[in-house]
T-cell receptor, first 115, second 111 residues
Framework: DAGVIQSPRHEVTEMGQEVTLRCKPI?????LFWYRQTMMRGLELLIY????????DSGMPEDRFSAKMPNASFSTLKIQPSEPRDSAVYFC?????????????FGEGSWLTVV | DAKTTQPNSMESNEEEPVHLPCNHS???????IHWYRQLPSQGPEYVIH???SNVNNRMASLAIAEDRKSSTLILHRATLRDAAVYYC????????????FGKGTKLSVKP
């Protein structure tokens, strides 16, 4: 079975440019998560969707970050404008439901470098 | 603030057991404890999870303290392929979806 699919795997962009990261969750999963990973802060939860509806976006660092889930099989995380401190690995993950007993499945990550 | 703490690093010899600790002192009574591991350049992968009782699967065992404020991931016989960063995570606040991870423990396995 296909796992969580993220694109692009790697992106290098200049400061000020818009960055869009994409995610396709596992088919049938109703919950989707975006995490950011850096050396300093580890794995941080940015936002969580349940049935395509954003439930908790308290982890989104600032207004430059936005996330959408227009349907059950697609989500985007957008950074506009990007800054060097946004350089990180961004992981998308999905689970069957949002219940804390469910396993979360991670994608391979999108490695973002902002220069 | 909710907080999950783990040691930064641990070392083990191959074929020996490894006990990876995690403290989650503010966990609520209904939130599960999860463990994931991450190999270089890969996304985190599920290892094990539990609520109150100790849990076993083919990868590891999870020992949960009676007060649930701490847990220990047990690898019974470490192999070189077990060298990874191990993350402990719990759902804080009783709400769904807020799986908060610790900073992770980097496990090194010596042959």
């Amino acid at each position: 079975d296909a796992g969580v699919i993220q694109s692009p795997r790697h992106e290098v962009t200049e400061m000020g440019q818009e960055v869009t990261l994409r995610c396709k969750p596992i088919s049938g999963h109703n919950s989707l998560f975006w995490y950011r990973q850096t050396m300093m802060r580890g794995l941080e939860l940015l936002i969580y969707f349940n049935n395509n509806v954003p439930i908790d976006d308290s982890g989104m660092p600032e207004d430059r970050f936005s996330a959408k889930m227009p349907n059950a099989s697609f989500s985007t995380l957008k950074i506009q404008p990007s800054e060097p401190r946004d350089s990180a690995v961004y992981f998308c993950a999905s689970s069957l439901t949002g219940h804390s007993g469910n396993t979360i499945y991670f994608g391979e990550g999108s490695w973002l470098t902002v220069v | 603030d909710a907080k999950t703490t783990q040691p930064n690093s641990m070392e083990s010899n191959e074929e020996e057991p490894v006990h990876l600790p995690c403290n989650h002192s503010t966990i609520s009574g209904t939130d599960y404890i999860h463990w994931y591991r991450q190999l270089p350049s890969q996304g985190p992968e599920y290892v094990i999870h539990g609520l109150t009782s100790n849990v076993n699967n083919r990868m590891a065992s999870l020992a949960i303290a009676e007060d649930r404020k701490s847990s220990t991931l047990i690898l019974h016989r470490a192999t070189l392929r077990d060298a990874a960063v191990y993350y402990c995570g719990t759902y804080y606040g009783g709400s769904q979806g807020n799986l908060i991870f610790g900073k992770g423990t980097k496990l090194s396995v010596k042959p």
